[in-house]
């Protein structure tokens, strides 16, 4: 057995190392384990490359064709980077000979000549990079497929589908990678400024669906994208590996280097996770996740996370021949029909069973098992590579691309699984080669060999051992020190002296804006336009960085900014135009979660720095003492359990993590950007604070309007005019100003100027009198919309869940991709305002919180697929009504953000024990919970209903559901969700639920049944429903009524529980139909 995984990664400088490229061996005749010299194994080496790979490298663009017979002139971006990775191997290899007759030099210039030929037709598209920083749609993104000759676009995008992340973000980490050895590739400035404009489009991986590694997206070859997780960890692969990357390599200088948005580089990360090991919503697993979970983007961190996502690939994936790219892929299958692009309805269920098979993923299997050290599984693929791999008129080893089952054996193959012998698509004598498999396979041989070792193919260190992890020093963000007990170092900055004066007198020690100088403090807005400016280039027409928000990682760093020293306040304390921001006990909260996050997530060299900003305005009246008492926990060293220590800023900065921000420093001829510092409130000499300017939180009464708006509606125009003028409740104030702006419009002049003004004014003075109520209505009239609300979105989307926005009992729109915040906002007003204009904001402020739960604690959302956020509303109302008992319940919109988000967390969670089943089945039902395996028990009640299911109106049927899905995809659990979603009220949804269950219980035992009509859940749930009625009238002598409270009512199980009446009623549906005979039925006589 060849040898492999020879080198210690954390061997030191002055041990021998075998097979480093840093020291080259000295000898070309020197003898190899097998008697052969190192100079005759390389030119075995370089002789299969030129006859298999290189051969067939244009001599123009450098690049490598699609097939390489007959006259083919496409190009495909990832093949390419292969066939360069290749070249560049070996020339690694042949480093370690001093006389290598020039042949590093050549197979280095290969792979640069490759990598160049990417870059100069991806710079021929500098247009369509701008173009996707603002809208990243498959018609706006770089092509993914040129001309071989030219670099010219090939196949529009009506018949190619270009999106595919993970192309991209292959090509920068292999530029890294390569540069990194020493190869020189990138040339000049404008070259720079294009890398760092791809690496602005990568960053947004996480929220941009694509077509993935097989140009297909969704597994039904329908044209639509999907969210892949293949995609997601090469971007989160490529982001960390060029974060402060110098592409000129030692020759470079500051603006050579390359900057990645590190909040952005961490939702991917989070992203990532959150889809593994699924690859994506149609695809339960893929091959795809090969190269992005090993080699060459070893994009997870978690080993275990690894371990569950290579163990379901092998599963599901691994034939004979190689691995399946997924379950019922038609490509190149003897029933694919070959002159369409996208397949029909339910086409996918002719693939079942006859799927082709790679080996191109038996060579991913060794090299992982090379990098892991794991001979055993090396030895496994390569016993199973061998038989299928054929041999050129030359000698050399051929990989096929796949080998497929022919038409005459399809049938049989789908009956027995494995069965059928398979042929290959091409075998090399024919002139056809598959160049990424060829590529791949030279790699994985030069490894198993020892000619190269796995720091030589991954000089920045991607993989790295768990057990020396500890040891390495990661430049960036992929590994940390395996217990991450982060100290985080807090600086507490006082808006104005006299705020600081006042602080003092209760012990807590705060620095001033100006007590901090010559270190300026800036909102992270400024940070955000001084970014602007990174990677412009006018040439290429390129605007340089969108204008994203700065995350509180990003925010926990310091900045050098044009010879300036630079720290940043994270977002929380940024004055927010929407009405949270007004609700103090809402920012502590968001403050403790933030150095949560920032605990958790924090995996730099160096403490993070968090600004504690604190303004006049949080110690206003009662907000006092909760401020106080979150400052008395900085003083004490631990905030929510976080480890925190507080110092003069000064005295901080030695320990943080410095970016220098050299970009800025322009020309002398252009003028220098202007930035705004965060200045120290100038207040009269010896003034002191007024604490009690601010009320407590306002009292139900004084939030209920003074009239009766229906009074009003036909009232003439002035005289509600004049009743404004003479009103002094707010809450009057806001439902005249309703009327006026919906009779009269947006423009219509009052005393206080436009309507739109008087409702600004009534919104001020009601946030500052804490009129919940009021200041909701309000904002919604002035179409308030809150920060942060897309990336709320987007947290809840990539937990593999969808999002439904629109009010309780009426039309919701359900959002399944990543939407930006001014499509949102007119969802949620066109949604929400025809009903309740109040709806529209706290919706709004749901979303926030709902984003924030799910990343944190998404066990509170388990059983829940859809969030619906009306629905959830819905909950917490009722919630209310069950807390007040017999008292008039709780308005839900009078209560504060922070009472809002408590009572969220309260509905959340599992329901209590003492509570009537009445209430339990509403609070379940309004949040769409289902129990665990519902969704793979529907799944065999459809295969045992041959005329589908109906309820409420709607009809999920067996065909073509069962051809064109699978039992453990999540489109089904969608389906389903799609079928239930037109049940009005909740706890009914919830009956329906039991009911299913139930439905599934009686099949599961008695396999000899299955229904033969349409199976209607509400005629079933209304039989059992006249049964119960029956039952309680003669026993308890009780009138038949229509209502079903005391239905709802009554537990699932026990004597005369639900459970029981719904089997009774399934069990009559199904002996309606023909009983099936089985062989071991004891009443069968002959």
């Not at 926030?848 to 956020?869: A, C, D, Q, T, Y």
Request: charged share 25%.
């Amino acid at each position: 057995m060849s040898r492999f995984g020879d080198e210690s990664p954390s061997s030191g400088p002055n041990q021998a190392r075998y097979g480093s490229v840093y020291e080259p061996l000295k000898s070309i005749n020197l003898l190899r384990q097998d008697g052969e010299t190192l100079w005759d194994k390389l030119d075995k080496y370089y002789s299969a490359i030129k006859s298999t790979v290189l051969n067939y490298q244009s001599p123009t663009t450098g690049l490598f064709p699609i097939k390489t017979f007959a006259e083919c002139n496409e190009a495909k971006v990832r093949d390419n980077l292969y066939c360069a990775a290749s070249s560049w191997a070996l020339a690694l290899a042949y480093r370690r000979i001093d006389d290598d007759k020039g042949r590093t030099h050549e197979l280095e210039h290969c792979a640069i000549k490759c990598m160049r030929g990417i870059l100069y037709c991806y710079m021929r598209q500098a247009d369509k990079v701008e173009q996707f920083k603002k809208d990243p749609s498959p018609s706006k993104c770089l092509h993914s497929v040129f001309n071989i000759h030219t670099g010219d676009e090939v196949l529009t995008y009506d018949i190619y589908c270009h999106l595919q992340i993970d192309s991209l973000s292959l090509f920068l980490l292999y530029l890294v990678e390569m540069i990194s050895s020493g190869l020189q590739i990138i040339y000049n400035t404008d070259e720079v400024a294009f890398i760092q404009n791809l690496v602005f489009c990568v960053e947004r991986a996480y929220r941009v669906p694509d077509f993935g590694m097989w140009e297909r997206g969704s597994k039904y070859n329908n044209g639509s994208t999907e969210l892949h997780s293949s995609s997601v960890g090469l971007a989160k692969a490529a982001l960390e590996a060029i974060n402060g990357f110098n592409l000129f390599g030692n020759q470079g200088c500051s603006w050579s280097v390359i900057f990645v948005d590190i909040d952005a580089h961490n939702r991917n990360r989070q992203t990532l996770c959150s889809l593994l090991p699924r690859e994506s919503r149609s695809h339960n697993t893929d091959a795809a996740l090969l190269p992005c979970i090993s080699y060459p983007a070893f994009a997870v961190d978690d080993d275990a996370l690894y371990n569950q996502t290579l163990d379901k690939i092998v599963r599901k994936l691994k034939g004979k021949y190689g691995f399946k790219r997924f379950l019922r892929d038609g490509y190149r299958t003897a029933r694919e029909d070959k002159n369409r692009l996208f397949y029909k309805p339910a086409e996918i269920k002719l693939f079942d069973g006859i799927e082709c098979e790679f080996p191109l993923f038996y060579i991913f299997m060794i090299i992982d098992g090379v990098f892991r050290g794991n001979s055993e599984q090396v030895k496994e693929y390569q016993i199973l590579l061998e038989p299928v791999l054929f041999q050129s008129y030359e000698g050399h080893a051929v990989v096929p691309k796949y080998y497929y089952v022919p038409a005459d054996f399809v049938e049989a193959e789908q009956k027995n699984h494995g069965s059928q012998k398979r042929f290959s698509s091409n075998s090399g004598r024919d002139g056809k080669l598959f160049l990424w498999g060829q590529s791949l396979y030279i790699i994985a041989k030069l490894l198993v060999d020892g000619l190269i070792s796995p720091r030589d193919i991954d000089p920045v260190r991607r993989y790295v051992p768990p057990e020396d992890q500890r040891n390495v020093s990661m430049r960036y963000s992929n590994q940390g020190p395996l217990e991450n007990d982060v100290v985080i170092h807090v600086a507490l900055i006082a808006e104005s002296q006299r705020l600081q004066v006042f602080l003092n007198t209760y012990g807590i020690q705060t620095q001033t804006p100006q007590q901090v100088e010559p270190i300026q403090i800036w909102p992270q807005q400024e940070l955000v336009k001084a970014y602007r400016h990174l990677a412009v280039n006018q040439k290429l027409e390129l605007s340089g960085r969108p204008e994203r928000p700065v995350g509180c990682i990003g925010t926990s760093k310091i900045y050098r900014i044009l010879g300036k020293t630079v720290v940043c306040y994270p977002i929380v304390f940024d004055l927010s135009d929407f009405y949270m921001s007004q609700d103090v006990m809402l920012l502590i909260d968001d403050i403790k979660n933030a150095l949560q996050f920032i605990k958790q997530y924090w995996k730099m060299h160096g403490r993070p720095l968090f600004l504690v900003l604190i303004r006049e305005d949080n110690i206003r009246g009662s907000r006092f003492n909760p401020v106080l008492d979150m400052l008395a926990s900085f003083k004490q060293g631990n905030v929510g359990g976080v480890k925190v220590h507080v110092d003069r800023l000064q005295t901080l900065i030695s320990g943080a993590v410095v970016e220098q921000l050299d970009f800025l420093r322009v020309h002398e001829s252009e003028e220098l950007p202007q930035f705004k510092s965060f200045e120290e409130l100038e207040l009269p000499k010896h003034s002191k604070v007024k604490r009690q300017t601010s009320t407590p939180n306002a009292s139900d009464l004084e939030q209920q309007p003074e009239i009766n708006i229906n009074d009003w509606k036909q009232t003439p125009t002035f005289e509600i005019l004049q009743k404004l003028d003479d009103c002094s409740c707010l809450a009057s104030q806001a439902l005249l100003a309703n009327l006026l702006l919906k009779r009269e419009g947006p423009d219509f002049y009052t005393k206080e100027g436009t309507v739109m003004d008087l409702l600004e004014r009534i919104y001020r003075r009601a946030g500052t009198r804490k009129l919940w109520s009021v200041v909701r209505l309000a904002a919604s009239l002035l179409g308030k919309l809150v920060d942060s609300l897309a990336p709320s979105i987007t947290n809840v989307l990539v937990q593999g869940k969808q999002v439904t926005l629109g009010v309780f009992s009426h039309e919701e729109e359900v959002i399944c991709n990543p939407l930006s915040p001014g499509v949102i906002k007119d969802i949620i007003y066109s949604k929400c305002n025809p009903y309740c204009e109040r709806e529209a904001v706290v919706q709004q402020e749901l979303v926030i919180h709902i984003g924030w739960i799910i990343s944190n604690s998404p066990e509170l959302f388990s059983g829940m697929l859809k969030i619906r956020v009306g629905w959830i509303i819905h909950a917490m109302k009722h919630e209310l009504k069950i807390r007040a008992g017999d008292m008039p319940a709780q308005d839900l919109y009078q209560l504060s953000p922070s009472e809002i988000k408590q009572l969220l967390l309260d509905v959340l969670q599992p329901q209590h024990q003492g509570r009537c089943w009445l209430n339990r089945r509403q609070i379940d039902g309004s949040l769409n919970r289902t129990p665990l395996g519902f969704y793979d028990r529907l799944w065999q009640i459809l295969e045992r209903t041959p005329n589908g299911i109906m309820v409420a109106g709607t009809h999920l049927p067996q065909q073509p559901t069962l051809s064109d899905m699978t039992m453990y995809e999540m489109n089904f659990s969608l389906l389903v969700e799609d079928m239930l979603k037109n049940i009005v009220q909740p706890e009914y949804r919830q009956i329906i639920v039991e009911l299913l269950m139930v439905v599934s219980i009686v099949l599961e035992r008695n396999p000899e049944l299955e229904f033969q009509d349409k199976v209607d859940l509400d005629k079933l749930v209304k039989e059992a429903f006249n049964d119960f009625q029956r039952d309680r009238s003669k026993l308890e002598g009780m009138e038949k009524k229509d209502e079903m409270t005391a239905f709802y009512n009554t537990p699932p199980l026990g004597k005369r529980g639900t459970s029981s009446y719904l089997t009774k009623s399934v069990m009559i549906a199904l002996l309606e139909g023909e009983v099936k005979p089985s062989n071991d039925d004891p009443c069968t006589v002959s």
